[in-house]
């Protein structure tokens, strides 16, 4: 399956929040974040993957991603380079993420981050309305990277 990824624009947004509405994944924020997100679409256009950044102040936290059960291992991370991207033509000076999933954490040490304690996250990121959400999660797992 060949595969495009790219960032998404305003046209992308209904097909957007639909794929992330299946994945029942929250979409507050996407329209006013639109050119934070990047999907990958099959060779039909429809959406694959897609993945977003909440900007707060310089730091990224990513949120929203949904993968189809189609997208492989390589194609994962290609996405998450897309965002790196984008995050560093962004100006931003840190990437972080949220999971309650260990199983992926080798595969995101191997992307480059890095596992930090809830005591050394930033203290900006009480305002993500993305950590605000998950934060009540049990057994939330922090991660950063560098750009």
């Known amino acids: ?20 509405t299946d994945a029942k994944l929250n979409c507050d924020g996407i329209k006013e974040r639109i050119d934070y997100f990047v999907l ?14 909440e900007p707060v102040e310089r730091i990224g936290v990513l949120r929203s991603l949904a993968v189809r059960s189609t997208v492989k291992e390589e194609g994962l991370i290609q996405l ?8 560093k033509y962004k100006k931003l000076s840190t990437l ?14 191997i992307m480059g981050f890095e596992r930090v304690t809830n005591e050394s996250v930033p203290e900006e990121l009480q305002y ?3 950590v605000k959400q998950v934060g009540t999660l049990d ?9």
């Not at 399956?1 to 992330?20: C, G, T």
């Not at 256009?45 to 897609?50: A, F, K, L, P």
Request: zero cysteines.
């Open 139 to 147: 057994g939330i797992i922090f991660m950063k990277k560098a750009i």
């Open 96 to 109: 972080m993420l949220i999971t309650n999933k260990e199983v992926f954490i080798p595969l995101l040490q």
């Open 1 to 20: 399956m060949v595969e495009m990824i790219r960032q998404a624009e305003n046209a992308d947004m209904d097909k957007i929040i639909a794929f992330l």
């Open 80 to 87: 998450f380079q897309h965002v790196y991207n984008l995050a």
């Open 128 to 130: 993500s309305s993305h």
């Open 40 to 53: 990958s679409e099959d060779e039909k256009g429809n959406i694959t993957s897609v993945l977003g950044i």
